[in-house]
T-cell receptor, first 113, second 115 residues
């Protein structure tokens, strides 16, 4: 199993540009989520999905869009990048059910200038 | 609202000594608690969890955590620290109501183990 994979590993954007961060998992997990990690703030939930076709907002959803057309893939779209979106982004997945731990991807380091 | 607190930004310990990384929580109902570790430039890795049962939970890499309901704490421990344990550690709690899978993370504690 590859687990949770994310691409790209690094990205530099100019303010106003858009891009998509890719996330895929091969563990047949129902639940997938996107977090951002900023110094001193831990991880904050951006969006999550409990299954194909179902998404919902997390703690900090503004400026981001998601879709879940398949069980495996959960891309995160930045609509119009802003310097405040400079961060490290992690995708995670797990089986449905609150007792299960989440598996994390290696992260994407995004810089917006 | 559910929350977790990690009161120490950094913990320093000498190799071979016991280590403790602190976590306290505030939840409605029974807590589902998790510890994760993040090595430099890597994603988070699951260490252990408390759902129910024994208050002492054993996990990966020789780590364990003690759930204390009266003190609302879930401290991470290891009897003998290794230099390779140096990393960023996160405590997390499952959000309530439990029909979601959302996790709420603490701000993290950096563990530095000195040779």
């Amino acid at each position: 199993n590859a687990g949770v994979t994310q691409t790209p590993k690094f990205q530099v954007l100019k303010t106003g540009q858009s891009m998509t961060l890719q996330c895929a998992q091969d563990m047949n997990h129902e639940y997938m989520s996107w977090y951002r990690q900023d110094p001193g703030m831990g991880l904050r939930l951006i969006h999550y999905s409990v299954g194909a076709g179902i998404t919902d907002q997390g703690e900090v959803p503004n400026g981001y869009n998601v879709s879940r057309s398949t069980t495996e893939d959960f891309p995160l779209r930045l609509l119009s990048a802003a310097p405040s979106q400079t961060s490290v982004y992690f995708c995670a997945s797990s089986y449905a059910g609150t007792r299960h731990e989440q598996y994390f991807g290696p992260g994407t380091r995004l810089t917006v200038t | 609202a559910q929350s977790v607190a990690q009161p120490e930004d950094q913990v320093n310990v000498a190799e071979g000594n016991p280590l403790t990384v602190k976590c306290t929580y505030s939840v409605s109902g029974n807590p589902y608690l998790f510890w994760y570790v993040q090595y430099p430039n890597r994603g988070l890795q699951f260490l252990l969890k408390y759902i129910t049962g024994d208050n002492l939970v054993k996990g990966s890499y020789g780590f364990e955590a003690e759930f204390n309901k009266s003190q609302t704490s879930f401290h991470l421990k290891k009897p003998s620290a290794l230099v390779s344990d140096s990393a960023l550690y996160f405590c997390a709690v499952r959000d309530f109501p439990y029909n979601t899978d959302k996790l709420i993370f603490g701000t993290g504690t950096r563990l530095q183990v000195f040779p």
